[in-house]
């Protein structure tokens, strides 16, 4: 053989070994990147209590993973956090959220703001009715902007023994049924009865650092006495609600500014009336469900008002493995899944097919005061408004109205003609409409 055919011959072989070393090693990196999990990051500003949160993850999200192979990252965030990182990541053009759950008002920010993906291309969810009210409140600025995911609301637990006390001309039934003789006037009459015959007071409110005593405010007290949330913020009829409430907290528990759930306090009869989320009195009830009944929140002059809490699951415009956001959002919206949050943490189904599966005992107790609540026919349904980031501004205005008249005994017309400018400038800052209701 000659010098060049060994040469030939040898640099044939070294080619045929790199083809082949080179083959290996790409089919090595498809098979690895074949093998790579799908991951995604769902960032939510519900469930995010530490209890809460380790029930989504140990349960709803290890069975969904063990189910489709799909490894969910469970980020627990307020709404500020949620809005300004859901603003950089869509103004950078890197979304790195696949998944958002979050209430409605906020949802509808992100899709005026163009920052939500229309759901509608993904068709309809087979197995599962949403209510009406939520499939409309869903369709936003020209979008399917969210899937109905969670309901909840905030009631008023009753401890039986408060029965005893109750004033002249209110009865049991009354209450039970939220007819037109339980209003916030016959509560200060019951308040009052109870702190005088008890040696004690017996009503209180989550009106800790973390409590939600901000949405009896706004969403509660507001509507019941103006008819509004916002617009009659300054108006003689909130001078009156604000001298109502000033009266009352005279009776109240003066640790409720250190609650920040109702369910233990309840639980300890510290307080035998008290107002929370349904989520965070359900441990009260499931543990001495004998003992405590959930009713309608009483009446003001414009009506009963109170909040619909709805949340939503979103899908961010542009964002990384929406087939597996999309796969998660049939996941949580079963029936059997729903059932499992209500019976977990305390929010309720978003599709009819789960309402009907809610077992007897504590849940419905809830279930029973939630839509005794929800059937009052002077309802005033209020929702959280849209603000984004300006979220906490929002609540600071009513706490802080709170603090100087109730808390400092401040002149009421002065605070609340003094705030209310501030409380307008958020929405016209943000463009976001005034919410319901509007009487």
Request: aromatic share 12%; net charge negative; hydrophobic share 45%.
């Amino acid at each position: 053989m000659s010098y060049y055919s060994a040469l030939t011959k040898t640099a044939a072989i070294i080619i045929a070994l790199i083809v082949i070393i080179a083959a290996a090693g790409i089919g090595y990196y498809i098979i690895t990147q074949q093998a790579q999990p799908t991951k995604i990051i769902w960032v939510s500003t519900q469930l995010v209590p530490p209890e809460e949160q380790a029930f989504v993850k140990d349960q709803l999200l290890a069975e969904f993973t063990k189910e489709t192979g799909i490894q969910v990252e469970f980020v627990g965030s307020s709404y500020e956090d949620l809005a300004t990182r859901l603003e950089s990541e869509e103004g950078a053009g890197k979304v790195t959220i696949s998944l958002i759950g979050e209430l409605h008002g906020g949802l509808d920010y992100f899709a005026s703001k163009g920052w939500l993906e229309d759901l509608g291309k993904f068709g309809a969810l087979s197995g599962r009715t949403f209510p009406k009210v939520l499939e409309d409140y869903s369709k936003l600025h020209g979008i399917k902007a969210y899937i109905p995911w969670m309901t909840a609301t905030y009631v008023m637990v009753i401890n039986k023994k408060a029965f005893n006390y109750l004033p002249d001309d209110l009865t049991q039934d009354d209450i039970m049924q939220g007819t037109s003789k339980w209003t916030y006037d016959a509560f200060l009459a019951w308040a009052k009865r109870l702190y005088e015959e008890t040696g004690g007071p017996k009503v209180g409110f989550p009106a800790g650092p973390k409590g939600l005593f901000v949405r009896f405010l706004h969403g509660y007290l507001y509507p019941a006495f103006t008819g509004a949330q916002v617009k009659n913020f300054d108006s003689q009829d909130a001078v009156t609600m604000w001298e109502w409430l000033k009266e009352l907290w005279q009776y109240v528990h003066p640790s409720s500014t250190t609650w920040d759930a109702m369910a233990d306090p309840l639980l300890k009869e510290e307080v035998w009336i008290a107002w929370d989320h349904t989520a965070r009195i359900k441990d009260a009830i499931a543990t001495k469900p004998d003992d405590f009944i959930v009713v309608p929140v009483p009446a003001g002059p414009k009506g009963r008002g109170f909040i619909l809490v709805i949340a939503g699951l979103a899908v961010p415009k542009g964002a990384p493995n929406e087939d597996a956001a999309w796969k998660l959002i049939e996941y949580l919206t079963r029936p059997g899944t729903q059932v499992k949050v209500l019976q977990n943490v305390g929010f309720f189904p978003s599709v009819n097919e789960a309402t009907g599966a809610v077992p007897e005992g504590p849940l419905k107790i809830l279930a029973s005061g939630v839509n005794k609540q929800l059937g009052t026919t002077d309802a005033l349904v209020a929702l959280i408004p849209s603000l984004g980031a300006k979220g906490g501004d929002f609540k600071n205005v009513y706490i802080t109205a709170f603090q100087r008249i109730v808390q400092n005994g401040e002149d009421i017309q002065a605070v609340i003609s003094e705030l209310k400018p501030q409380l307008m400038g958020l929405f016209e800052e943000t463009g976001a409409p005034l919410p319901p209701p509007d009487v």
